[in-house]
């Protein structure tokens, strides 16, 4: 599955994103920014990609940043998962 990550601190940018049909239909995860703002990960199809690539651009992170941010979350996810599997044993 493709991604990408955005650093946004326009809120009316952040609500677009996520009303957008295409764009929230995807797999999409948002984190406080401790610079201030939203990180927004998207994970979807390359339609949806290139939608909001047209509708915040110059908002993705480069590609070191975006991977340790996308290394973040997916682990704070699997550690999340694995506390609520331990809830069933």
């Known amino acids: 599955m493709n991604w990408t ?21 995807q797999s999409v995860t948002t984190k ?3 610079d201030g703002g939203k990180i ?3 994970e ?11 509708m915040a651009p110059e908002t993705a992170l480069d590609e070191d940043e975006a991977q340790e941010w996308f290394d973040r ?7 999340v998962a694995s506390g609520v ?5």
């Open 44 to 54: 979807g199809s390359d339609e949806a990609l290139d939608r909001v690539a047209e």
């Open 5 to 25: 990550i955005l650093r946004v601190k326009d809120q009316e940018l952040i609500n677009g994103l996520l009303k957008d049909d295409v764009v929230s239909r």
């Open 32 to 34: 406080d920014d401790p």
């Open 85 to 89: 599997g331990m809830i069933f044993d």
């Open 73 to 79: 979350i997916k682990s704070e996810e699997s550690a």
């Open 40 to 42: 927004i990960l998207i």
